[in-house]
């Protein structure tokens, strides 16, 4: 079935250098691929996203690229500072029907040390 | 709108006790999922619905669970016995499909313990 695979399951950098986390996902289907951050004890909440017709997004210091032809994503996070502790999940879904299953992948959780 | 509403925000139970967790959706949002968050599985998508229709269920552990919708505001997700390995966080969230706005909003989460 549908998957999506997460790397690394946990990260720690210092503060200002860069995070990267990758995801992989199966389903050629799949068109929509947001990312996720969620603070301790708190809900999920989206970061930034990206469509497939896309193949990067930046916003302020994260920006996500998208290779459709490997099934692959990434999530970069630059000048890192210790409020972006946090776990993040990335996922991939289609826009309707069928498609619009919501998969998530198993979470990085990364540590911004000061 | 106040966003996705879970109810309660905490649950302990018994093993054995029938266990009934409640969502109500963002009013207009047309897609509705189930997860379980445990430390070892990540989000697991238990279900999802399209217009209060159940889609795929592949994700439902076992028959001790189950899940409804009876209308566009609302769903429960049951289990009923419960055990101890269900213990975990328990979201709903919602979104509408389509080529716009396709952000799923997520609910704070039922945390259950069965003991």
């Known amino acids: 079935g549908e998957n999506v695979e997460q790397h690394p399951s946990t990260l720690s950098v210092q503060e200002g250098d860069s995070a990267v986390i990758k995801c992989t996902y199966s389903d050629s289907a799949s068109n929509y691929f947001p990312w996720y951050k969620q603070e301790l004890g708190k809900r999920p909440q989206l970061i930034i996203d990206i469509r497939s017709n896309v193949g990067e997004k930046k916003d302020q210091r994260i920006a996500v690229t998208l290779n459709k032809t490997a099934k692959h994503f990434s999530l970069h996070i630059t000048e890192t500072q210790p409020e972006d502790s946090a776990v993040y999940f990335c996922?991939?879904?289609?826009?309707?029907?069928?498609?619009?299953?919501?998969?998530f992948g198993t979470g990085t959780l990364l540590a911004v040390q000061p | 709108d106040a966003g996705v509403i879970q109810s309660p925000r905490h649950e302990v139970t018994e093993m054995g006790q029938e266990v009934t967790l409640r969502c109500k959706p963002i009013?207009?949002?047309?897609?509705l999922f189930w997860y379980r968050q445990t430390m070892m599985r990540g989000l697991e998508l238990l279900i999802y619905?399209?217009?209060?229709?159940?889609?795929?269920d592949s994700g439902m552990p076992e028959d001790r669970f189950s899940a409804k919708m009876p209308n566009a505001s609302f769903s429960t997700l049951k289990i009923q016995p419960s055990e101890p390995r269900d213990s975990a966080v328990y979201f709903c969230?919602?979104?509408?499909?389509?080529?716009?706005?396709?952000?799923?909003?997520f609910g704070q989460g039922t945390r259950l313990t069965v003991v």
């Open positions: 619905f399209n217009n209060n229709v159940p889609i795929d």
């Open positions: 009013s207009g949002h047309n897609s």
């Open positions: 969230a919602s979104r509408t499909p389509g080529t716009g706005n396709t952000e799923a909003f």
């Open positions: 996922a991939a879904s289609g826009n309707g029907g069928a498609t619009n299953k919501l998969i």
